[in-house]
């Protein structure tokens, strides 16, 4: 049974950091692309950043570079997502995504809520 199990989420002020983990069981993990994503209310789920299965090359998009830093721990079968500098717009679920090309798998984890406020 695939398992993607995020962790780290809470209420933190403007300005300040979190560290988003991500648990992965029952794939081989080292094989996976793994990204973060996040949806607000009433908005569209969007990609933040993701890792690379081999090279660990990374990618984010434009509003979180800069602030935040993805990164892997195949040992750990985890990906984490430090968080720093954070908006209130930075406001949402925060969700883990796994990926394989060949053959083609991707899997979700349930989702983290990150609440940024003052």
């Known amino acids: 049974q695939v398992q993607l199990v995020e962790s780290g989420g809470g209420l933190v002020q403007p300005g300040g950091s979190l560290r988003l983990s991500c648990a992965a069981s029952g794939i081989t993990f080292s094989s996976y692309h793994m990204s973060w994503y996040r949806q607000a209310p009433g908005k569209e789920r969007e990609l933040v950043a993701g890792?690379?299965?081999?090279?660990?090359?990374?990618n984010y998009v434009e509003s979180v570079k800069g602030r935040f830093t993805i990164s892997r721990d195949n040992a750990k079968n985890t990906v984490y997502l430090q968080m720093n500098s954070l908006k209130p717009e930075d406001t949402a679920v925060y969700y883990c995504k796994g990926r394989r090309d060949s053959p083609r798998r991707e899997y979700w984890g349930q989702g983290t809520q990150v609440t940024v406020s003052s």
């Open positions: 890792i690379t299965s081999v090279s660990s090359s990374t």
